[in-house]
């Protein structure tokens, strides 16, 4: 048997013995060709069995169906045609079909990488704004059925709202006709977000998007990216670091949901230098600002009650902060993204950068006033962005 044969065989043994998790294709034969990748899932429309192609083009993913036997007779034309490499995965094992320059093809078997086989069905509406749910599965917030985990009900909700605004803000832009739309996400934890917000942006609407996460601890950003490979989400990667040291040249996006207390800060203030279109952040606790305050005589019957003040701080720290937003082009809005019962940290604050915007002295005026009202000496943001 030829490795083809071998890949062909276990392939359709994976489908009639329902252990299969997809197949790719990839390294396509002619090297300048648009298309890139065929992605290959096995699905139920309308209780019929279908292979499922999504074919990568560098700019767009086109989605087709095909019966089990049409499916299969396209992977052979296109296998060795079209793509020289073919990857199985199945729950027992995945298999590699690897040809190098000189043509020649060997066939590989590697553990499972993934133990258990996806949600078949096609015509299931959840999850709306996902081409998929196993990034959902393998960051632990759904179990292998789709469902939602016990704790993780508010994470899934806020995923889905923050995809949501996101999408709904970059739609208005005129990012959508760029080649290339770069998102950086500052902070990004485990990826929660980062992984949705590219599969809803690259997967499910197809726009040319090269995501990056920001995150200082080391053991996430290989998880992260280990997850990205083994889902081919291509345009999708993590980088270890402080935000503060990070070096953005260029974004179009910047994002970072609740980074801790002026790691928003820096957030914002890289956004601004790097003179991204959007900047969408939800802090987290605020700590500088309230510090920094010396609490004015007229307030004392307020701002004496320590929990007062801490909410009086955190809304003079988001104000102040859209303030500095505003002195530097950019059109800002504050409002809840999701329900409290769901995170007490559901503030967000969107700035989109305007056309044409000339900064004057006057621009500061409004921040001054409320530093001044409120007895704020320094706020972190307003020091780093004293070069700009
Ligand atoms: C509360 S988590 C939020 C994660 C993610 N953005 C989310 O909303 O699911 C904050 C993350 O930011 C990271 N972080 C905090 N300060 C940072 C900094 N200065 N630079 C890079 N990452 C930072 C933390 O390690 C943590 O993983």
């Not at 996101?166 to 006709?177: C, E, Q």
């Not at 599969?199 to 053991?219: C, F, I, M, Q, W």
């Not at 974004?251 to 003179?275: E, M, N, Y």
Request: proline share 2%; aromatic share 8%; hydrophobic share 35%.
């Amino acid at each position: 048997m030829t490795a083809k044969e071998k890949l062909k065989d276990r392939l359709e043994l994976s489908l009639s013995g329902d252990t299969f998790v997809r197949l790719t294709l990839s390294k396509p034969r002619d090297a300048s060709s648009d298309l890139k990748k065929l992605i290959v899932k096995y699905v139920f429309i309308k209780e019929k069995p279908h292979l499922s192609f999504t074919l990568r083009y560098t700019r767009k993913d086109i989605t087709k169906n095909y019966t089990l036997n049409d499916g299969l007779e396209q992977v052979d034309d296109l296998l060795g045609e079209t793509f020289f490499n073919g990857n199985l995965m199945t729950t027992d094992a995945d298999w590699a079909l690897e040809t190098n320059t000189g043509g020649k093809s060997k066939f590989i078997e590697k553990k499972a990488s993934i133990s258990a086989v996806p949600n078949r069905s096609h015509d299931k509406a959840k999850p709306v704004h996902f081409t998929s749910e196993q990034f959902l599965v393998e960051l632990g917030v759904l179990d292998n059925k789709g469902r939602v985990l016990k704790d993780k009900g508010d994470k899934f909700k806020q995923i889905n709202k923050f995809v949501e605004i996101v999408g709904a803000h970059i739609a208005k832009t005129d990012l959508k006709s760029k080649d290339k739309i770069r998102i950086h996400d500052m902070g990004a934890g485990k990826g929660y977000l980062t992984f949705a917000l590219y599969d809803h942006l690259a997967n499910k609407s197809g726009l040319p998007v090269e995501t990056t996460g920001v995150e200082l601890r080391p053991e996430l950003v290989t998880l992260c990216n280990d997850i990205a490979k083994k889902l081919d989400f291509d345009g999708l990667q993590f980088g270890e670091g402080f935000i503060s040291n990070y070096e953005l040249v260029e974004t179009d996006v910047l994002i970072a949901l609740h980074a801790c207390d002026t790691a928003t800060d820096d957030a914002i203030f890289k956004g601004i230098k790097s003179r991204a279109e959007l900047i969408i952040c939800s802090p987290c606790c605020h700590k500088q600002v309230r510090k920094s305050m010396k609490v004015q005589d007229r307030h004392a019957d307020i701002l004496g009650h320590g929990i007062l003040l801490e909410r009086q701080a955190e809304i003079i720290t988001d104000t102040l902060r859209a303030l500095l937003m505003e002195a530097h082009g950019y059109k800002t809005k504050i409002f809840e993204f999701v329900s409290t019962e769901h995170s007490g940290k559901n503030l967000m604050i969107v700035g989109q950068r305007r056309k044409d915007f000339v900064r004057t002295d006057g621009h500061m005026n409004a921040y001054q006033k409320l530093k001044e009202e409120f007895g704020v000496e320094q706020h972190y943001l307003e020091g780093l962005l004293q070069d700009i």
